[in-house]
């Protein structure tokens, strides 16, 4: 009996853990003007949208890339989304980066390579802060992973420019409710059909902002799919290993009680 409440209780142990790591933190906010929302990725079995995620893309490169970078993200990446080599090639050769000094010293550029990373906006922190009134553009790599309940957040964030309250005062930037202090310096960046979707899905403000956030969780947890296909694989197991453990301990044991060992 020891032995079986033994295998029990490191059964419950590692269920524990499996589900732990494979479940996506996406906690509430304590903010009450941030909307708790439901994204594909959210709970156990939870998955990245890829066909959202490549819209997202074209949202970023489209409105987002003028003034954010993604300065952990090569574009050999975007095989994650279901790019080929082909796409991937071609994507980043519509963008330009510093080659190595020739024989004589000199600098040219050259377009992009899938192994280089995407290109930054601009060349440093003090010119992206002088081209934006004094604030730096946050990087948008992992600002989804960053932050508990980023994606609800972000999506509140997007969807929070509003008309300002009487007698409020937003001299200082634009007035968003989501935003703590509900001044922020970044002014509206979408309003809904700012791009034309690839594959002609309707461009919403809605749909623009859910195909970004789920391209941006994308970038922050590349490994988000594989990882929680590979946690259920290991959960099946678990089950399948403490079955039989379960029904050869009562095989052996039945045979003791009985007299027969």
Not at 38 to 63: C, N, P, W
Not at 160 to 170: I, L, Q
Not at 172 to 193: C, K
Request: hydrophobic fraction near 40%; charge should be negative; include cysteine.
């Amino acid at each position: 009996m020891f032995i079986i409440n033994k295998i029990i209780q490191i059964f419950f142990l590692l269920t524990t853990i499996v589900f732990f790591n494979l479940t996506n933190v996406n906690a509430n906010s304590n903010d009450s003007n941030v909307d708790k929302m439901h994204f594909s990725f959210d709970g156990v079995f939870g998955m990245i949208d890829k066909a959202s995620a490549r819209r997202g893309l074209q949202v970023y490169t489209e409105i987002c890339s003028g003034c954010h970078s993604l300065k952990h993200v090569s574009y050999r990446n975007l095989s994650g989304i279901g790019f080929s080599s082909d796409q991937i090639k071609s994507f980043a050769s519509q963008y330009e980066v510093l080659a190595d000094p020739d024989s004589e010293g000199e600098v040219t550029m050259r377009p992009a390579l899938p192994s280089d990373r995407f290109i930054s906006p601009y060349n440093n922190s003090n010119q992206a802060k002088y081209m934006n009134n004094g604030a730096l553009p946050p990087d948008l790599s992992l600002v989804v992973k960053a932050r508990a309940g980023a994606a609800s957040y972000f999506y509140s964030l997007l969807n929070g420019y509003k008309e300002e309250p009487e007698n409020f005062d937003s001299s200082n930037g634009y007035y968003n409710e989501a935003y703590p202090g509900h001044i922020i310096a970044m002014p509206q960046p979408l309003y809904g059909e700012d791009v034309e979707y690839l594959d002609g899905t309707e461009a919403t403000l809605e749909q623009e902002i859910m195909d970004l956030i789920s391209f941006l969780t994308w970038t922050g947890q590349p490994e988000l799919n594989e990882r929680k296909s590979m946690g259920f694989r290991v959960f099946l197991f678990l089950i399948f290993m403490t079955t039989i453990l379960f029904i050869s301990y009562k095989k052996i044991w039945k045979r003791v009680k009985a007299g027969l060992i």
